[in-house]
């Protein structure tokens, strides 16, 4: 066992699977079997864009769930075979944000899959800063690690839902049903939403949205959301609003989807429109609540793994695609078909 097969990102649109050397860890340092890495949507716009914090090549992927296989040892936090599930940030614990509990916005801004090696592989080297900082959560013996990889996406779904502060009883519009999409709509309804509408333009996608619980799936290219919202919410509008699906137009009409108090989540970054022209006499006469979110903190990647665990929605419904190591780059058109929901890769397959 010297060496372990890894797929790097060599160039835009270009991953190859790579033969590397068995990684060596150091006294303060974790090896991790990779047995589940989702494919995020970031992991997407980095294969197609590029970024900043990536230089190739480099092995991207933050949505890890595996297996300990070597414990440095300075460290005394785990046992070899313990199966985990891994949080996307490498907080400093230093700065001013990771003395906050804020570590997603460590001012370092280091991420697994960015400034070092991640998931896309056989195994991944944990480093010392991610260990103690970081979050390693171990997840229950019958979670599968498929669904346990959904942690990190589904942190940052919680995340957002208690920024915006969703109350039950609300008539929730989710913008988008895509993987992130279809998590807020069932965890939306889990948590009480009365009525969950899905505005959401592909067919397949669609009936996804039924299937993860929306009440109601506006299709745009045929309806007016605005006035569809109002018919189904007596005239007042939606009490919260969540938008994951990156469009400045709808960016701008959730404004007039939300009733008076009403509250927005802007959950999916815009990247190719930099500036959105927005009403803000909106925002002020009525009087609306508007957050951003981005990432999550680590409590609330250990409340996700408590939810996959005890089950709490079916999060086996959004993995719809599966493949081993060698497919990667599969992987990735399949995510970029958009076609199903999570394309998850299974390094031991
Ligand atoms: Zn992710
Ligand atoms: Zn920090």
Redesign the pocket.
């Known amino acids: 066992m010297n060496s372990m097969y890894a797929v790097a990102l060599t160039g835009k649109n270009a991953l190859t699977l790579q033969k590397r050397e068995y990684p060596t860890i150091g006294p303060d340092e974790v090896l991790l079997k990779v047995h589940a890495i989702g494919v995020c949507g970031s992991d997407l716009r980095i294969y197609q864009n590029g970024d900043d914090r990536v230089h190739y090549p480099r092995v991207i992927g933050h949505e890890i769930a595996g297996e300990v296989l070597e414990i440095g040892s300075q460290v005394t936090r785990f046992r070899m075979g313990d199966r985990v599930t891994l949080g996307a940030h490498i907080?400093?614990?230093?700065?001013y944000?990771?003395q906050k509990n804020e570590?997603h916005f460590?001012?370092?801004g280091r991420s697994v899959g960015y400034q070092i090696d991640g998931g896309f592989a056989e195994y991944v080297v944990l480093p010392k800063e991610f260990i103690e900082n970081g979050s390693i959560q171990k997840i229950a013996d019958n979670t599968s690690y498929e669904l346990a990889s959904l942690s990190e996406p589904f942190s940052c779904v919680l995340s957002g839902l208690h920024e915006v502060k969703m109350e039950a009883g609300d008539t929730v519009v989710v913008y988008g049903a895509g993987a992130i999409g279809c998590m807020y709509i069932a965890a939306a309804k889990k948590m009480g939403a009365a009525k969950v509408i899905a505005v959401q333009r592909s067919k397949p996608r669609q009936k996804l949205a039924l299937e993860a619980g929306a009440d109601i799936v506006i299709d745009p290219t045929i309806t007016d959301t605005v006035q569809k919202v109002r018919e189904e919410t007596e005239g007042l509008g939606a009490d919260t609003v969540i938008i994951t699906a990156p469009s400045a137009q709808v960016q701008k009409e959730a404004l007039e989807v939300a009733k008076q108090l009403g509250k927005l989540l802007f959950f999916a970054g815009n990247k190719s429109v930099k500036e959105t022209s927005l009403n803000t006499n909106h925002i002020i006469y009525k009087q609306l609540h508007i957050v951003g979110t981005h990432g999550a903190p680590r409590h609330l990647h250990i409340e996700a793994v408590k939810w996959i665990d005890e089950m709490l929605i079916d999060f086996s419904f959004f993995v719809t695609h599966t493949f081993p190591l060698a497919e990667t780059e599969k992987a990735f058109q399949t995510a970029l078909d958009k076609d199903g929901l999570k394309v998850v890769v299974i390094p031991t397959q």
Do not use: S
């Open positions: 907080p400093c614990g230093e700065c944000f990771c570590g460590c001012v370092l």
